[in-house]
Nanobody, 121 residues
């Protein structure tokens, strides 16, 4: 089994900053993409930012220039530095990883439980 544990959410005022972290653990042989998605009430889950094992990043247009994704490959960790936060960034943020487990049953997507980010106006 694989677990993704997120931390760092909370309440912040417009223009403030938060840093999310996610650590993957369990029966991980290797993983490739790690990233962050978010879901606001009544809306579909959307990509925020992802990073490949080689460091290639992909950001949603709405967060470019404000959010920065980083990884620590040795620790199976991914972080999301969120600056200049806006009320429209309010959502539950989910960590995602594409994992090959020691069972070698194929690559699978794993998700964390989510951490709430609320930006007050």
């Amino acid at each position: 089994q694989v677990q993704l544990i997120e931390s760092g959410g909370g309440l912040v005022q417009t223009g403030g900053s938060l840093r999310l972290s996610c650590v993957a653990s369990g029966s991980i042989f290797t993983l490739t993409n790690m990233g962050w998605y978010r879901q606001a009430p009544g809306k579909a889950r959307e990509l925020v930012a992802t990073m490949t094992r080689d460091g290639v990043t992909n950001y949603a247009d709405s967060v470019k220039g404000r959010f920065t994704i980083s990884r620590d490959g040795a620790k199976f960790m991914v972080n999301l530095q969120m600056d200049e936060l806006k009320p429209e960034d309010t959502a539950k943020y989910y960590c995602n990883a594409f994992v090959l487990t020691h069972a070698f049953t194929g690559w699978q997507d794993y998700w964390g439980q989510g951490t709430q980010v609320t930006v007050s106006s």
